[in-house]
Each structure stands twice: as structure tokens, then as C-alpha cells.
């Protein structure tokens, strides 16, 4: 199992608090620009500064070090939201979890009338990896319609179509029953199944996830979550290590 090891190394201010669990590396960008983030008492704004060993660093006034990192699935259930922070009124799978979990984040938001696997971590890195469009990972769906569906839509999804200014489109179909669909995505555009089904003029009854590229809900009900074997971990990184070469050669 991969762990972030102390700093041996100059690395990217980014990455560095990435591994202290601060979020992606995105996320971790706004915290710079923001003037949240601190080294040696000093307030760093740019991008491209790297962090050495000997380094202080703080976010908000904290001590920052990288964390062991820990990985869990949960299945999220429907009307639930992904949220630390819902309105007022509204569930999310925090409500679901013990308090600790705030710690961790998902990655791989499903939204609120869909279900199925989340991963939750504090590896800011991995997380990355895994919602970066660049390195296409595979999730997987079973979808319920109100109506039958037809081969024309199959070569309608497969070949894309222009959501949210660019080409959405599905990386695998099949018809499981007439009216019952599994589909493969590896792109990460927001409600992208319901949205093409609904543009061809399919109604989405039910939208599961069963699988986040090797993980799936094995031994999971509904609202339940458990922690990563190492043998689910190992196999995750190498999923992200095969999707980066992947995209390395398209």
C-alpha cells in the first residue's frame, strides 16, 4: 500500500498540502490564492512554490503535516446529498456517518436521487488522479427507464453529443434488458447519464453506481460504508497508474 512519506524532497506547495488531506490539489490552489497558507511565517500566494523538508507550514493558522492516509466505500442511498455543509432541511451522507468521517471527502459525487459506491479518503492526491478528466477513470452504472430502449440511442451515447459547451459521451453501453442499461463513463460532467438519456427522451427511474474503476459495493447494503483492503487499495492505484499511461499515448 502506497503512503505519502515525509518531505525528502523539494515538492510543489499543491501536492504538499494535497497530502496533508486538504483536499485535490485544485482545491488546494484556491486555499494559495486565498493567502490561507503559510511557510516560515510567511504567506505564499504562488503556485509553483515548493516546499522543503525543513519547511513549516500552515493552513489557517494550523501546523500542516502529511497525514496517513485512509481509504473507505460507502453506498450512498437515494436522497442524500454529497455535502459537508447541505441546507437547511436537506440529508447529506455525512448524516449517514460517524462524526470522525468529516475528516475524510468523497470523491465521486452522485447526486441526490441517485445511488451506489463513493469512495471517501483523506488522500488528496489519489483523489485527484481520480476526478482529473485527463486520466479518463472508468465508473460504471446500472440505469432503470420508463420506456424500452433502442439501438439508435446505443450510437447516439457512443458518439457524444454537446453538453455544457463539449462533447459528452459514454465510453461503453450495453442493454442488459429492454428497458435496463449498464454504462461506463469516464468523463465527469455533472448528472451527464440523466442529461444524454433525457436529450434522446428517455426518463431515468433509477441511476446506481457499482463500480469506481476496481472497487465495487461487495458486501455493502445500502448507508453502510467499510475500509479498503490493501489488496482494493493496491489495485485502485494501479487502475490510476493504467488510465494515466493510457492517456499518456492517446
Keep these: 500500500m502506497k503512503e505519502n512519506p515525509p518531505v525528502l524532497e523539494p515538492i510543489r506547495i499543491n501536492r504538499y498540502l494535497a497530502s496533508c488531506g486538504l483536499g485535490s490539489r485544485r482545491s488546494c490552489e484556491a486555499f494559495i490564492r486565498s493567502g490561507l497558507v503559510k511557510v516560515n511565517d510567511k504567506t505564499i500566494r504562488s503556485l509553483s512554490f515548493k516546499i522543503n523538508p525543513q519547511d513549516k507550514v500552515e493552513f489557517n493558522g494550523q501546523i500542516l503535516s502529511p497525514l496517513k492516509k485512509e481509504y473507505f466505500i460507502f453506498y450512498k442511498p437515494r436522497g442524500f446529498i454529497c455535502s459537508k455543509t447541505g441546507l437547511i432541511g436537506e440529508r447529506t451522507i455525512y448524516h449517514l456517518l460517524p462524526p470522525s468521517f468529516q475528516k475524510y471527502f468523497y470523491v465521486g459525487r452522485l447526486d441526490k436521487d441517485s445511488e451506489g459506491l463513493i469512495l471517501l479518503t483523506n488522500d488528496g492526491l489519489l483523489a485527484?488522479?481520480?476526478?482529473h478528466p485527463k486520466f479518463h477513470f472508468p465508473k460504471t452504472y446500472l440505469v432503470s427507464l420508463a420506456s424500452p430502449f433502442d439501438e439508435n440511442s446505443k450510437k447516439?451515447?457512443?458518439?457524444?453529443?454537446?453538453?455544457?459547451?463539449?462533447?459528452?459521451?459514454?465510453q461503453e453501453v450495453q442493454i442488459k434488458e429492454k428497458n435496463r442499461l449498464k454504462i461506463v463513463l469516464?468523463?465527469?460532467?455533472?448528472?451527464?447519464?440523466?442529461?444524454?438519456?433525457s436529450i434522446l427522451g428517455y426518463k431515468v427511474t433509477r441511476l446506481q453506481r457499482i463500480s469506481l474503476g476496481p472497487l465495487t459495493p461487495k458486501g455493502l447494503n445500502v448507508g453502510q460504508y467499510r475500509r479498503l483492503t490493501k489488496k482494493e487499495i493496491d489495485l485502485l492505484y494501479a487502475a490510476i497508474e493504467t488510465a494515466s499511461i493510457a492517456n499518456k499515448t492517446q
Design 128 to 131: 485527484n488522479k481520480i476526478l
Design 186 to 197: 469516464t468523463q465527469g460532467i455533472k448528472r451527464q447519464i440523466r442529461h444524454m438519456l
Design 156 to 170: 447516439e451515447l457512443l458518439r457524444g453529443m454537446y453538453m455544457e459547451g463539449k462533447i459528452a459521451k459514454v
